[in-house]
């Protein structure tokens, strides 16, 4: 909430309070500039405070103290041009300033203001003023003086808002004459006032989708602005917000269809320019910002019968398919696909797509029975498999299945020292066969999952054992990333594996050819979401069983006078918990961190492993010689490509647990980020913690 939302500054434009009052006031937060160890955030909130209140009360600061606001606007003026940017990088959708010029909100709103001032004061006509037909009467008003207001310092609980950078999607020359009005300049304040009142009305109005669009529409200053435009573009920005969307991400989605449907003429064609637009601007956009455009793009499509001008975009399918505009189609219309049926999407695709669809969702089961007699003797675990599928489906005891995988033969070189302790081969035989019995639906997988977890878990019994497990369930579903993200979530729930392996798996060397597809990622994001909703469950029972024990021994300190209250102080103390338990919750809880803790190590340990050794190999950035060929400079590119995308997924890691990650900022100092670390990962690292300096 602003300042402009919470106290009335058109008390000052109506004579109801002095403007002196007012510059008090803004002094009284301004003052926190000048507080030493006070982090850049609190001080960012309470400039963007004062320059958000501005528009509405400037005009009149400057017929009546103009000399107090020059002052005020110098000392704000100090402030930005002295500010921190080593969060721009951090927060911004773009990769860098080709598109357009990197600046978060307060940079922003500063250079509006500025704008403002120079033009007198005058907002243009986008502030409601009713109060100007009654300036003569007005005039007359006693005014009053505001109490002096104490800003408290800062405290370690204080949460401030997180700075954020703007995302501009429309260019002045982008908007025609026939859109109506034109697009406000960057700097304007008419475009930072349009901008506040249609946040408004989508934050007020956005759980009702219906509503929310018809409010929209109906702003009262969209003679003024191509409001279609501003609609599309601020409700990108809401999507594309780093870490995380401001509101899930089906709400954008639906939203969008209703305004279509209201306005069928006109919002449907400012919608697929919007998407042409940042289609053609992939190649600059960050890895996340592409994520959240393909969820949305292709619950957008499935909506409207996945209808779209695709040969449009054919041009890109002379690139390489590993690029920015082939792959986000690739990862669309796999994302489609999860919304309806293989066959619908290869009938509605051009031809010339095929190469970037997505295979037939079926299971590849290495131990296929159609094998003749010679293969079989050739290769005992086809004919252990026979026996499992059996015996599995003959509902075996847990004892006759391991007595038949006994007969499975161990690798004669194991890979690693955790292959000595379990028979990787073992463990393949019997998750191949149980995963092509149950392959039928989701529920089948997820009953056979939960019915074996214990025999599952005696085969994986180590962290390399549990990586394997995970292999092979992606060997067996490749061509299925949906079951795949789903089993591996059955799989973690079951605590078949634990979250550091499915990290481990993550970053293995089986999965590098991968490493950049949008399930992996979806993947290691929900267990580090799954592993912070334990911790969070498991710390508010061990508050909720600490709270009924702290209260029983109050209610035993209490003075107690007779024997009937006596009586119900026992009852009371027979069901608190005791010592015991408390400590076993606590001892529970002191797990969870550890776990947790353990979880984010091996992940930034890993991502350090793998942007160092693409370093020593590549180096940081492409160096063109006149020798090499075409090839060779692609190659580089391609190569300078993956470690940017590589940076771009750590940082989103660091942002989308930042309140987790803070709490082992020493540990990750002392053991991972440490001068010596390779300088992209150190890089990133540091301008995380310097955003919360």
Same mark, same amino acid.
């Given at each position: 909430?602003?300042?402009?939302?919470?106290?009335?500054?058109?008390?000052?434009?109506?004579?109801?309070?002095?403007?002196?009052?007012?510059?008090?006031?803004?002094?009284?937060?301004?003052?926190?500039?000048?507080?030493?160890?006070?982090?850049?955030?609190?001080?960012?909130?309470?400039?963007?405070?004062?320059?958000?209140?501005?528009?509405?009360?400037?005009?009149?600061?400057?017929?009546?103290?103009?000399?107090?606001?020059?002052?005020?606007?110098?000392?704000?003026?100090?402030?930005?041009?002295?500010?921190?940017?080593?969060?721009?990088?951090?927060?911004?959708?773009?990769?860098? =300033?080709?598109?357009?010029?990197?600046?978060?909100?307060?940079?922003?709103?500063?250079?509006?203001?500025?704008?403002?001032?120079?033009?007198?004061?005058?907002?243009?006509?986008?502030?409601?003023?009713?109060?100007?037909?009654?300036?003569?009467?007005?005039?007359?008003?006693?005014?009053?003086?505001?109490?002096?207001?104490?800003?408290?310092?800062?405290?370690?609980?204080?949460?401030?808002?997180?700075?954020?950078?703007?995302?501009?999607?429309?260019?002045?020359?982008? %908007?025609?004459?026939?859109?109506?009005?034109?697009?406000?300049?960057?700097?304007?304040?008419?475009?930072?006032?349009?901008?506040?009142?249609?946040?408004?009305?989508?934050?007020?109005?956005?759980?009702?989708?219906?509503?929310?669009?018809?409010?929209?529409?109906?702003?009262?200053?969209?003679?003024?602005?191509?409001?279609?435009?501003? &609609?599309?573009?601020?409700?990108?920005?809401?999507?594309?917000?780093?870490?995380?969307?401001?509101?899930?991400?089906?709400?954008?989605?639906?939203?969008?269809? =209703?305004?279509?449907?209201?306005?069928?003429?006109?919002?449907?064609?400012?919608?697929?320019?919007?998407?042409?637009?940042?289609?053609?601007?992939?190649?600059?956009?960050?890895?996340?910002?592409?994520?959240?455009?393909?969820?949305?793009?292709?619950?957008?499509?499935?909506?409207?019968?996945?209808?779209?001008?695709?040969?449009?975009?054919?041009?890109?399918?002379?690139?390489?398919?590993?690029?920015?505009?082939?792959?986000?189609?690739?990862?669309?219309?796999?994302?489609?696909?999860?919304?309806?049926?293989?066959?619908?999407?290869?009938?509605?695709?051009?031809?010339?797509?095929?190469?970037?669809?997505?295979?037939?969702?079926?299971?590849?089961?290495?131990?296929?029975?159609?094998?003749?007699?010679?293969?079989?003797?050739?290769?005992?675990?086809?004919?252990?498999?026979?026996?499992?599928?059996?015996?599995?489906?003959?509902?075996?005891?847990?004892?006759? &299945?391991?007595?038949?995988?006994?007969?499975?033969?161990?690798?004669?070189?194991?890979?690693?020292?955790?292959?000595?302790?379990?028979?990787?081969?073992?463990?393949? %035989?019997?998750?191949?066969? +149980?995963?092509?019995?149950?392959?039928?639906?989701?529920?089948?997988?997820?009953?056979? +999952?939960?019915?074996?977890?214990?025999?599952?878990?005696?085969?994986?019994?180590?962290?390399?054992?549990?990586?394997?497990?995970?292999?092979?369930?992606?060997?067996?579903?490749?061509?299925?990333?949906?079951?795949?993200?789903?089993?591996?979530?059955?799989?973690?729930?079951?605590?078949?594996?634990?979250?550091?392996?499915?990290?481990?798996?993550?970053?293995?060397?089986?999965?590098?050819?991968?490493?950049?597809?949008?399930?992996?990622?979806?993947?290691?994001?929900?267990?580090?979401?799954?592993?912070?909703?334990?911790? =969070?469950?498991?710390?508010?029972?061990?508050?909720?069983?600490?709270?009924?024990?702290?209260?029983?021994?109050?209610?035993?300190?209490?003075?107690?006078?007779?024997?009937?209250?006596?009586?119900?102080?026992?009852?009371?103390?027979?069901?608190?918990?005791?010592?015991?338990?408390?400590?076993?919750?606590?001892?529970? +809880?002191?797990?969870?961190?550890?776990?947790?803790?353990?979880?984010?190590?091996?992940?930034?340990?890993?991502?350090?492993?793998? &942007?160092?050794?693409?370093?020593?190999?590549?180096?940081?950035?492409?160096?063109?010689?006149?020798?090499?060929?075409?090839?060779? &400079?692609?190659?580089?590119?391609?190569?300078?490509?993956?470690?940017?995308?590589?940076? =771009?997924?750590?940082?989103?890691?660091?942002?989308?647990?930042?309140?987790? %990650?803070?709490?082992?900022?020493?540990?990750?100092?002392?053991?991972?980020?440490?001068?010596?670390?390779?300088?992209?990962? +150190?890089?990133?690292?540091?301008?995380?913690?310097?955003?919360?300096?």
């Amino acid at each position: 909430m602003y300042l402009s939302d919470c106290v009335p500054f058109n008390l000052s434009n109506c004579g109801v309070i002095t403007a002196s009052t007012v510059v008090t006031f803004f002094d009284s937060f301004l003052d926190s500039l000048d507080e030493d160890n006070t982090s850049q955030r609190r001080k960012d909130a309470l400039v963007y405070i004062c320059l958000s209140s501005l528009p509405w009360c400037g005009r009149k600061l400057y017929n009546d103290e103009s000399a107090e606001l020059s002052r005020l606007m110098k000392t704000i003026g100090e402030y930005v041009a002295q500010r921190n940017h080593d969060h721009y990088t951090l927060l911004s959708n773009w990769r860098s =300033e080709k598109e357009q010029r990197m600046e978060d909100n307060v940079e922003s709103l500063w250079g509006q203001i500025k704008n403002l001032s120079k033009n007198n004061w005058d907002d243009e006509g986008f502030i409601l003023r009713p109060y100007i037909g009654f300036e003569g009467i007005l005039a007359e008003a006693t005014r009053q003086n505001l109490p002096r207001f104490l800003l408290p310092p800062h405290e370690e609980q204080f949460v401030y808002p997180k700075p954020y950078m703007l995302f501009r999607l429309f260019q002045m020359d982008e %908007v025609g004459e026939e859109d109506g009005a034109p697009l406000p300049s960057n700097d304007s304040i008419g475009r930072f006032i349009v901008e506040e009142n249609l946040t408004t009305l989508f934050f007020t109005f956005y759980r009702e989708r219906k509503e929310c669009a018809v409010r929209l529409l109906s702003y009262s200053n969209k003679s003024k602005v191509p409001i279609y435009h501003m &609609i599309v573009e601020i409700m990108f920005s809401f999507a594309f917000r780093i870490p995380e969307p401001i509101v899930q991400d089906i709400c954008f989605a639906t939203i969008f269809i =209703e305004l279509c449907k209201l306005q069928p003429q006109f919002m449907p064609q400012v919608l697929a320019l919007a998407t042409e637009l940042i289609f053609e601007k992939l190649d600059n956009i960050t890895r996340p910002t592409a994520d959240r455009f393909t969820n949305w793009f292709a619950h957008h499509l499935s909506n409207f019968q996945f209808r779209w001008s695709w040969d449009e975009w054919a041009d890109c399918l002379q690139q390489d398919l590993e690029s920015a505009r082939p792959a986000f189609i690739r990862e669309v219309l796999e994302k489609c696909r999860r919304l309806c049926y293989h066959q619908r999407i290869n009938e509605t695709v051009p031809q010339d797509f095929e190469p970037l669809l997505p295979n037939e969702p079926v299971i590849r089961f290495k131990y296929r029975h159609d094998e003749d007699e010679e293969e079989m003797s050739e290769n005992p675990a086809v004919a252990c498999s026979r026996k499992l599928e059996y015996a599995i489906r003959s509902k075996a005891q847990a004892d006759e &299945i391991l007595d038949i995988l006994k007969d499975v033969p161990k690798p004669t070189e194991p890979e690693n020292d955790d292959d000595k302790d379990y028979n990787p081969n073992a463990l393949d %035989v019997f998750l191949q066969t +149980l995963m092509f019995i149950a392959s039928k639906t989701f529920s089948h997988s997820f009953a056979a +999952l939960s019915k074996y977890h214990t025999m599952l878990k005696r085969l994986a019994r180590n962290e390399g054992a549990k990586v394997k497990l995970l292999q092979i369930l992606y060997d067996m579903w490749k061509d299925h990333p949906q079951m795949i993200v789903v089993l591996i979530d059955k799989c973690i729930r079951a605590q078949i594996v634990d979250p550091a392996s499915v990290a481990q798996w993550v970053f293995s060397v089986d999965m590098a050819h991968h490493f950049h597809r949008y399930f992996v990622w979806e993947i290691l994001h929900g267990t580090i979401f799954k592993m912070k909703v334990h911790v =969070e469950r498991v710390a508010d029972e061990y508050e909720s069983i600490k709270s009924r024990l702290d209260q029983a021994a109050i209610k035993q300190e209490e003075g107690i006078e007779g024997d009937e209250t006596q009586g119900m102080m026992d009852s009371y103390a027979a069901f608190a918990p005791s010592e015991s338990e408390v400590e076993t919750f606590r001892e529970k +809880l002191e797990n969870a961190k550890i776990e947790q803790k353990n979880l984010f190590l091996v992940i930034f340990q890993r991502f350090i492993g793998v &942007i160092s050794e693409h370093v020593a190999k590549h180096g940081l950035a492409v160096e063109e010689d006149e020798m090499m060929d075409s090839q060779e &400079i692609a190659v580089q590119g391609k190569n300078a490509i993956w470690l940017q995308c590589t940076c =771009e997924r750590l940082k989103e890691v660091f942002l989308r647990n930042e309140s987790a %990650v803070l709490g082992y900022d020493k540990q990750l100092s002392e053991l991972l980020f440490t001068p010596d670390t390779v300088a992209p990962a +150190l890089n990133v690292f540091t301008q995380f913690r310097k955003l919360h300096a």
